[in-house]
């Protein structure tokens, strides 16, 4: 039982992970300028929104990949609520503020590539796409973890 749960978390979880990290390193290597001016995802709008909510998606999901991995006996046993429930929570919460921070991005984004500024966005546009596929991978993760709850596993 404990190997078809590691199986469901190598499944599940690796994707947010990789999407989320992606997403945050494009967009904080992303620069523009030259000896007079400096641009970086700062100066978006909603850039440090996207940057936080990718951020903590990552940190979130590598945390529970170590849960699974190290204890994840103790999280269905000595845990007062279901994990599974707890899983889908929190997945849920965060697919839809990865939601409104990808979209208000991309809408900042369209806003400024309007502009007649000699940087290259693309950068920033696969940055907010990878926004999307995080919300995408955590919604996916929420309705697998409760499909677990619904099973009736603790």
Same mark, same amino acid.
């Given at each position: @039982? !404990? &190997?078809?749960?590691?199986? #469901? /978390?190598?499944?599940?979880?690796? =994707?947010?992970? +990789?999407?989320?990290? *992606? ?29 936080? @909510? !990718? &951020?903590?998606?990552?940190? #979130? /999901?590598?945390?529970?990949?170590? =849960?699974?991995? +190290?204890?994840?006996? *103790? ?80």
């Amino acid at each position: @039982m !404990l &190997v078809s749960r590691v199986v #469901f /978390s190598r499944r599940t979880w690796c =994707a947010p992970q +990789l999407i989320s990290l *992606l997403g945050f390193a494009v967009l904080a290597s992303w620069d523009c300028g030259n000896r007079f001016f400096s641009v970086d995802y700062t100066d978006v709008d909603a850039g440090g929104f996207l940057m936080a @909510m !990718l &951020v903590i998606a990552w940190l #979130f /999901s590598s945390a529970v990949v170590l =849960a699974y991995l +190290l204890a994840m006996d *103790l999280l269905l046993t000595k845990l007062p609520v279901s994990w599974w429930f707890l899983l889908t929570l929190a997945s849920g919460l965060w697919a839809f503020l990865t939601l409104i921070a990808a979209s208000i991005f991309a809408a900042d984004l369209d806003d400024i590539k309007d502009s007649d500024s000699p940087c290259d966005f693309e950068a920033l546009e696969f940055a907010a796409v990878m926004g999307f596929f995080s919300m995408l991978a955590e919604i996916a993760v929420a309705v697998f973890a409760f499909l677990e709850f619904r099973k009736g596993t603790t």
